[in-house]
């Protein structure tokens, strides 16, 4: 076994015991988990979906939805209210909605942006890698040169909690706004 697959084997342990605390935590979503603040477990969480180490599955099915309530300042995603069927992913990506309304909540729109596409793509990492070629990279491209999100690349590497995504962030206002020669 090389080391990295060492490392990816005791990395998906750790993550498949964060994952049933975190079904232990929506089942108190509605009551409490809404109005938390930005906690290490959520800095975790989102951690490993911004870095693809969350590559298991969790075997259950379910209909996911995001509502025009949760997306907050993200006004741009209200009129298309996210539902969907997960075949295999339903409590990953019912915490995953639990973290985007957690981002909602402290205005972190970076954060959601992630969040709300990593969804929207059923729990699948490769089109939310952080190549600047990543279907992620290619709508968030779209989202800011259409107008969609209103705000500058500024605000979202300012209101996002992850060093790789702020990172990410970076390099693609530089994408899109090439420098000449
Ligand atoms: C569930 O998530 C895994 C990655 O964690 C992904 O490989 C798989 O395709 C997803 N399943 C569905 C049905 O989206
Ligand atoms: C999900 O099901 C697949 C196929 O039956 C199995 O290989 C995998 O170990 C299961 N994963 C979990 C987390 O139970
Ligand atoms: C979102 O909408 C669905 C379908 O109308 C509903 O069943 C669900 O309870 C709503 N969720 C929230 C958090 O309001
Ligand atoms: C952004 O670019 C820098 C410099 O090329 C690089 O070191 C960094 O890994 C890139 N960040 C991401 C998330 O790819």
């Not at 939805?65 to 075949?87: C, H, P, Q, V």
């Not at 690349?153 to 000449?180: C, E, K």
Request: charged share 15%; hydrophobic share 40%.
């Amino acid at each position: 076994m090389t080391s990295d697959a060492m490392r990816r084997w005791i990395i998906s342990l750790a993550i498949f015991s964060l994952i049933l605390k975190c079904s232990a935590i929506t089942a108190d979503y509605a009551a409490s988990f809404s109005m938390s603040a930005i906690t290490a477990d959520y800095a975790t969480s989102l951690s490993m979906l911004v870095n693809g180490v969350l590559d298991l599955t969790t075997n259950d099915t379910g209909i996911i939805y995001i509502n025009s309530t949760d997306t907050g300042s993200l006004t741009a995603f209200n009129y298309d209210n996210l539902e969907l069927y997960t075949g295999d992913n339903f409590s990953k990506l019912s915490n995953v909605v639990d973290m985007f309304a957690i981002a909602s909540y402290n205005d972190m729109m970076g954060d959601m942006i992630f969040l709300y596409n990593y969804v929207a793509y059923n729990g699948y990492h490769e089109p939310m890698s952080m190549a600047m070629d990543s279907d992620f990279a290619g709508d968030v491209l779209e989202y800011m040169q259409t107008g969609v999100i209103n705000v500058d690349y500024t605000y979202i590497v300012s209101t996002t909690t992850d060093p790789t995504l702020a990172s990410f962030y970076t390099n693609l206002s530089t994408q899109s706004n090439p420098i000449m020669q």
